[in-house]
């Protein structure tokens, strides 16, 4: 196969989700930092906000992580003094994950810090959706 069979990484689709990620993830990281924060951790931090408690499993499943991933974070998380893990009382199995209240004074400076990044991408309102809703539609078909 010749390079003129290949197309260039500027054509291609998983090159721009790619690089684009990085520089989002960018955007967010001196925001991050003053919160002393991972972007992972902040993802946790969103999801927990979201559904208030999860199991490590579940809340895995959302962040496409597996616990191998995860459970160090979520220690990381909990000598920090942001989550706290237990076991369930309905299923001992199970471990719950929920954020201390500590790490919900927080959410205001989130809120900003997410306002912050939407602007920086310079779409507007309805192009920002537009576009949120495409990417999830492209994740959707591919993991079917």
Same mark, same amino acid.
């Given at each position: 196969m010749t390079t003129s069979q290949i197309s260039t990484?500027? %054509?291609? !689709?998983?090159?721009? #989700?790619?690089? @684009? =990620? %990085?520089?989002?993830i960018k955007t967010y990281r001196p925001f991050l930092k003053s919160l002393n924060m991972t972007y992972p %951790?902040? #993802? /946790?931090?969103? /999801? $927990?906000v979201e559904h208030k408690e999860l199991t /490590? *499993?579940?809340l895995g499943e959302y962040l496409h992580l597996d616990s191998g991933t995860l459970t160090p974070l979520l220690k990381r998380m909990e000598q920090q003094g942001r989550v706290i893990r237990q076991r369930s009382e309905q299923d001992e199995r199970k471990v719950m994950v *929920? $954020? @201390?209240?500590?790490? @919900? @004074? !927080?959410i205001p400076e989130v809120a900003q810090m997410q306002k912050s990044v939407a602007c920086a991408t310079g779409l507007e309102t309805q192009e920002f959706t537009e #576009? #949120? =809703? *495409? $990417?999830q539609g492209l994740k959707q078909n591919l993991l079917e």
């Open positions: 990484i500027d %054509q291609r !689709l998983c090159f721009a #989700l790619y690089s @684009t =990620s %990085q520089a989002i %951790q902040y #993802l /946790v931090f969103i /999801v $927990l /490590v *499993k579940h *929920k $954020l @201390t209240q500590e790490a @919900t @004074t !927080l #576009l #949120l =809703s *495409k $990417l």
